[in-house]
Structures are given as C-alpha cells and as structure tokens.
C-alpha cells in the first residue's frame, strides 16, 4: 500500500536558518507528490507540486522540493525561514493512476521558529 | 474567485445525535473529497465525490455517508456520533482529473460531547 513518512514530529530553527523538511513515500511507481502547509486552526494550503519532468520544483513562500527517485524522497527546504514559517507541514502523495483527490498524507512536521 | 467554503466552521453535538457538514466547492470543480484530520489518526481520506456519484471512499464506518448536488456542493453526514468523531473535517475540490490539484477549505471543527 502506499504510505508517506515524515521523520520529524516537531523542528525549530532560528529565524534566518535553513530548512530542510524530511518525506519519503512508498510507491510502486512515480506518483504526484505534494507538500502542504496548515496553520492552526486553518485548512491546507498547496506549497508545491511534483508531477513530472524537472525533479527540482519551486513553490510559493520561497519554498523547494527535490524529488529523489533513487531514495523515494521529496524533501522541502527554504533557504531561510521567517516567522510566519511557524506552522505544520504535511507531504502528500497520490498514485499516479488515481484521482488527485484521493490524497494520502504523511504525520506531519511542526516547525517551530526560534526569533 | 471564491475558494472552498465549509461551512459550519465549529459545530459541538452530542453522543448518539447525527450531524451533517457543508462543502461548497470552487466553482467549475467537479470533484469534492472529505479528509478528516485528528491528532492520534492524522489526516484520513473519507470519500470523494465526482459529478454526483462516490468516485473513491475510505475506510471508514458506514456511519459516514455523503452526497453531491448537481452544482457539485457536497454535504458529509455522520450518524449516531461517538467521543472519537471529535475532529477537524476537511473538504477539497479539483477539476477531478488524474493529477489535478486539490484545493482545500478551512474546515469544520466538530467536537461531540
């Protein structure tokens, strides 16, 4: 079955600091692969995508994410974080062959920012 | 244009009540799915539905049931509700294609007493 880890529960890092957000799937085959963003009490918000082609994707808030074939990950990173980061973020996939409404997430990494 | 409206946001019912949960999908988006999210279980899928027929469901007990209307608003029902229903219920429009992104609105937070 297809599955999504998140390593980290819980990260803090000083404001300015680098980010690095950790996702590995289990898939069979390539599927979609997102990352989301849900501040309390709020609903989810699309950071980025991957579906195919360029295995470096850019999203919005100056987010990043690398598909690794090789390592079946899709690490987020920001090159340094700013307050307004603090929030939980979610990896996400869907089978290639699905609805993209048919998501399957990970746990979940809550990032904390240190001023 | 408008995103994805749930409405009610905070609801509380009580133990053995039924309730019945709002989505109004972005408009031209066929597909509305439901994701509940708690703290021990995380975010599950629910069900999804697409032109007015459940297209995918989850595993999840028969006391969850949905529909959809033909201008695709979707509506989530939960009968005879248990302490562990207690959650944040999600719903999410797409176009509904293979693919497609999902966008999702902020929510109904049910808390059953």
């Known amino acids: 079955a297809q599955s999504v880890t998140q390593p980290d529960i819980h990260i803090t890092v000083s404001e300015g600091a680098s980010l690095e957000l950790r996702c590995n799937y289990s898939?069979?085959?390539?599927?979609?692969l997102f990352w989301y963003v849900q501040s309390p009490g709020q609903g989810l918000q699309l950071l980025l995508k991957?579906?195919?082609?360029?295995?470096l994707v850019q999203g919005i808030k100056g987010f990043e994410a690398e598909f690794k074939r090789s390592q079946s990950s899709f690490n987020l990173r920001k090159p340094s974080v700013h307050w307004s980061d603090a929030a939980e973020y979610f990896c996400?996939?869907?089978?290639?062959?699905?609805?993209?409404?048919?998501?399957?997430f990970g746990s979940g990494t809550r990032l904390s920012i240190r001023p | 244009k408008a995103g994805v409206t749930q409405t009610p946001r905070y609801l509380i019912k009580t133990r053995g009540q039924q309730v019945t949960l709002s989505c109004s999908p972005i408009?031209?988006?066929?597909?509305v799915s439901w994701y509940q999210q708690t703290p021990g279980q995380g975010l599950q899928f629910l069900f999804e539905?697409?032109?007015?027929?459940?297209?995918n469901k989850g595993n999840f007990p028969g006391r969850f049931s949905g529909r959809q209307f033909s201008n695709s608003r979707s509506e989530m029902n939960v009968s005879t509700l248990e302490l562990g229903d207690s959650a944040l219920y999600l719903c999410?429009?797409?176009?509904?294609?293979?693919?497609?992104?999902?966008?999702f609105g902020q929510g109904t937070r049910l808390t059953v007493v």
């Open positions: 999410a429009s797409s176009r509904g294609g293979a693919g497609t992104e999902a966008f």
């Open positions: 898939y069979g085959a390539t599927p979609y």
């Open positions: 991957y579906f195919s082609g360029d295995t």
């Open positions: 996400a996939v869907v089978p290639g062959y699905s609805s993209a409404s048919k998501i399957i």
């Open positions: 408009s031209g988006h066929r597909s």
């Open positions: 539905y697409f032109s007015e027929t459940q297209r």
